[in-house]
């Protein structure tokens, strides 16, 4: 069993940064790929990113692309998600999750973080 914890959201202004952190229970975070994904009101949960075990592959979803940095360091457990030139539009609950597969489908998933707010203000 492996519990995440998100941190690092809160409320920042259009073109403002945050980094969300992602800390991992146990000594097997580096067995898994590691993806964050967000939820909007009234909107589906999507993907944003996606980083393998070792970090070697790295997927981006085309609205984050060039604005947002996935990293980890699996000798602390915990991922990351830097946010750059945030939009109104990135404003969501964002959640890491854990899984063998490395999807982009949040549907495969198999651990889940309580996710945490992120909001831009315009």
């Known amino acids: 069993q492996v519990q995440l914890v998100e941190s690092g959201g809160g409320l920042v202004q259009a073109g403002g940064s945050l980094r969300l952190s992602c800390a991992a229970s146990?000594?097997?975070?580096?067995?898994?790929?590691m993806g964050w994904f967000r939820q909007a009101p009234g909107k589906e949960r999507e993907f944003v990113a996606v980083i393998t075990r070792s970090g070697s592959i790295i997927r981006y979803a085309t609205s984050v692309k060039g604005r947002f940095t996935i990293s980890r360091d699996n000798n602390k457990n915990t991922g990351y998600l830097q946010m750059n030139s945030l939009k109104p539009e990135d404003t969501a609950v964002y959640y890491c999750?854990?899984?063998?597969?490395?999807?982009?489908?949040?549907?495969?998933?198999?651990?889940w973080g309580q996710g945490t707010q992120v909001t831009v203000s315009s």
């Open positions: 999750a854990l899984d063998r597969s490395g999807d982009t489908n949040w549907r495969a998933y198999t651990y």
């Open positions: 146990g000594r097997t975070f580096s067995s898994y790929s």
